[in-house]
């Protein structure tokens, strides 16, 4: 398996625009879920596509920034408190509930899971 990596803006807009770069790699049968877009073959992407893209715009990302620098700086210190302990834990309880607390941050600011 052939993995390249971009680090050139112009470059990544241009691999990104592409309709030849629409198949998801391998590594996303990781993230697969039934329902779920983000590891969707192409085929189905397609299909949304376009119903999707307006919600994604520059204007509509910026308005999350802040959001997403509040909660993921609390996962970050969630995280911390595990460095150098011995044994395992799992991260996914924390990357779940720091993602709902982005959705729900948007959706009722007031809000902390």
Same mark, same amino acid.
């Given at each position: =398996?052939? !993995?390249? !990596? /971009?680090?050139?803006?112009?470059?990544?807009?241009?691999?990104?625009?592409?309709?030849?770069?629409?198949?998801?790699? %391998?590594?996303?049968?990781?993230?697969?879920?039934?329902?779920?877009? !983000?590891?969707?073959? +192409?085929?189905?992407?397609?299909?949304?596509?376009?119903?999707?893209?307006?919600?994604?715009?520059?204007? /509509?990302? +910026?308005?999350?920034?802040? /959001? !997403?620098? %509040?909660?993921?700086?609390?996962?970050?210190?969630?995280?911390?408190?595990?460095?150098?302990?011995?044994?395992?834990?799992?991260?996914?309880?924390? /990357?779940?509930?720091?993602?709902? %607390? =982005?959705?729900?941050?948007?959706?009722?600011?007031?809000?902390?899971?």
């Amino acid at each position: =398996m052939l !993995f390249v !990596f /971009i680090d050139n803006a112009t470059d990544l807009q241009t691999v990104l625009n592409s309709p030849n770069c629409l198949e998801k790699a %391998d590594v996303y049968r990781f993230f697969q879920c039934e329902l779920g877009l !983000f590891s969707a073959p +192409a085929s189905v992407w397609k299909v949304h596509r376009k119903h999707l893209s307006p919600c994604f715009n520059a204007k /509509i990302l +910026a308005s999350f920034v802040s /959001i !997403f620098n %509040d909660k993921s700086s609390v996962l970050v210190n969630q995280l911390a408190a595990h460095v150098g302990q011995r044994g395992l834990f799992n991260v996914n309880e924390y /990357i779940a509930k720091c993602t709902l %607390d =982005m959705v729900c941050g948007k959706c009722r600011p007031c809000c902390a899971l």
